[in-house]
Nanobody, 116 residues
């Protein structure tokens, strides 16, 4: 069973930066397309950035040029560098495969709050 542990969230002012991490266990991390997702209350969880096994990346328009997804295969860890954060980036951030691996639970997520 694949497990995901997200970390790195927090409270930050608009324009600030955060770096999220996602530790993955129980899967062949290097061969799997991974993604960062986020969810706000009352909204559907959506992917915002993904990275495939060749490190090819795709971003949603809302985070393009501000967020950078990366992976460290040796550490089975994925990252999301978030710069120039905006109020609308406030959400709980999750990681998973893309499409999501529904054989097991999502991780607990990490809360990102952008507020002045």
């Amino acid at each position: 069973q694949v497990q995901f542990v997200e970390a790195g969230g927090g409270l930050v002012q608009p324009g600030g930066s955060l770096r999220l991490s996602c530790e993955v266990s129980g899967s062949v991390f290097s061969d799997t397309t991974m993604a960062w997702y986020r969810q706000t209350p009352g909204s559907r969880r959506e992917w915002i950035a993904l990275i495939d096994s060749r490190s090819y990346t795709i971003y949603k328009d809302s985070v393009q040029d501000r967020f950078t997804i990366s992976r460290d295969v040796d550490k089975n860890t994925m990252y999301l560098q978030m710069n120039n954060l905006k109020l609308e980036d406030t959400a709980v951030y999750y990681c998973n495969t893309h499409p999501p691996d529904l054989r097991g639970p999502w991780g607990q997520g990490t809360q990102v709050t952008v507020s002045s």
